[in-house]
């Protein structure tokens, strides 16, 4: 098999990631225009006229009220963030002692990275760390895996990503990578490791509660500058990686440095509480459930979706939607305090009511306006402006 003619890309001419943190299997479509405003895209995607990875959203730009309530989250949640990527990277080391770390752009970019700090924190190992795209209904990006499948045994890649909500990412990884076994003869394991798994979707995973992880507040800027993952026949070849852009003019706003330096910062505070832990966790039954995607088909059934897919359940999920979707509206359990402060602010910002509802197996679930809707849509992107 010879080695695609695609290469990496590297910061600092592609992200504001240092070039050894992350090797980007991506194509750099920084120079086309692919934004789109959101109530367009909404509409062309539930129509069935275009694919959400077809183009991008208009990045969000936050008010200064709402980075308050990010720099807020992040100093609550360090620790435990902390702890979780602990727990998870001496998991995934128990079992491969020299993995080829592979993060899912981009929520799981972050996330690769801070494993791989622990692993060089606490074992004086850095393993390499790419980034390849992966796209729901349209599956992995074949060319990443024949590049990663030369440059590493395809049993020792473990595949990375931020959080599980209903599981459809996960579910969307083990298909497309049972079709390149099968069609390609290339066997990668199909384990999604996680931060937080609160829909309980696989076996690798920090923590199965479902909290904040501040890297899932912010777009671009906590990711390195970089826009979520572009798969368009129309730009991208059959032996290209699937695109993304870099946005440097956003550099003032850049916090995902900061990110990645807080939560390292506390490395060796939660070493000791990590070294306890991870072992009971490790022969504890760590089965998949499924819970979550029981969850979801009752919720969509309680609110009339047709769809699964225009309910996100989860933290993370639910500020996706109201970041660069059409939020109908806000599910949160009447005991969420101030995990969900930025939730409540960008639903604010929006018009987006909030209910309250006993009972409910995450912290809060997002809505995306269905086409039929009655109710009033939320216009225009946060911060009020179409």
């Known amino acids: 098999m010879s080695r695609p003619a695609a290469a990496p890309l590297h ?12 090797s980007w299997l991506l194509t750099d479509l920084s120079d086309v225009e692919l934004e789109a405003p959101v109530e367009e895209r909404e509409e062309a995607i539930q129509a069935g006229t275009a694919h959400y990875a077809e183009s991008l959203p208009v990045e969000y730009q936050p008010t200064e009220e709402y980075l308050r309530l990010f720099y807020a989250a992040l100093d609550a949640s360090a620790d435990r963030v ?3 990527v602990g727990t998870l990277t001496e998991l995934i080391l128990a079992e491969r002692p020299s ?15 801070l494993m791989r700090r622990w692993a060089a924190f606490a074992h004086g190992h850095r393993p390499p760390h790419y980034t390849v795209s992966i796209v ?8 990443a895996l024949r590049y990663l499948a030369e440059a590493h045994d395809p049993r020792q890649v473990v595949f990375v990503d931020g959080w599980t909500g209903k599981g459809a990412i996960c579910r969307e990884l083990r298909q497309a ?3 390149v076994s099968a069609e390609e003869g290339l066997c990668f394991d ?19 509660d479902d909290f904040l992880i501040p890297s899932a507040c912010l777009n671009s800027t906590v990711s390195g500058l970089v826009s979520r993952t572009v798969c368009n026949d129309r730009l991208i070849a059959p032996e290209q990686f699937h695109g993304a852009k870099f946005y440097p003019e956003l550099a003032a706003a850049d916090v995902s440095a900061l990110f990645l330096d807080r939560i390292s910062e506390r490395f060796p505070a939660v070493a000791g509480r990590v070294a306890a832990e991870w072992p009971e966790l490790a022969a504890a039954d760590r089965r998949p459930r ?8 009752a919720l969509c059934s ?3 979706l047709g769809d699964v897919n225009l309910l996100k359940p989860g933290v993370g999920e639910t500020t996706r939607v109201l970041l660069r979707r059409v939020p109908w509206r806000v599910l949160v359990r009447p005991d969420a305090g101030a995990e969900l402060d930025h939730v409540r602010r960008l639903a604010a910002e929006r018009g987006v009511p909030v209910d309250e509802v006993p009972g409910l197996p995450y912290m809060c679930v997002g809505l995306i306006r269905p086409r039929d809707a009655t109710a009033p849509a939320a216009a225009g992107r946060p911060g009020g402006t179409a």
Not at 290 to 297: L, P, Q, V
């Open 290 to 297: 499924w819970s979550g995607w029981r969850s979801a088909e």
């Open 190 to 208: 199909p384990t999604l490791a996680v931060l937080a798994d609160p829909g309980s979707c696989t076996t690798a995973y920090g923590t199965r």
């Open 136 to 143: 729901r209904g349209r599956g992995i990006d074949r060319t």
């Open 177 to 179: 990578l049972a079709a």
């Open 82 to 84: 902390a702890r979780a």
């Open 11 to 22: 910061g600092p001419g592609f992200s504001s990631y240092a070039a050894d943190e992350v």
């Open 99 to 113: 993995p080829a770390l592979v993060s899912l752009a981009r929520a799981g970019t972050p996330i690769g990275i």
């Open 302 to 304: 309680r609110y009339g």
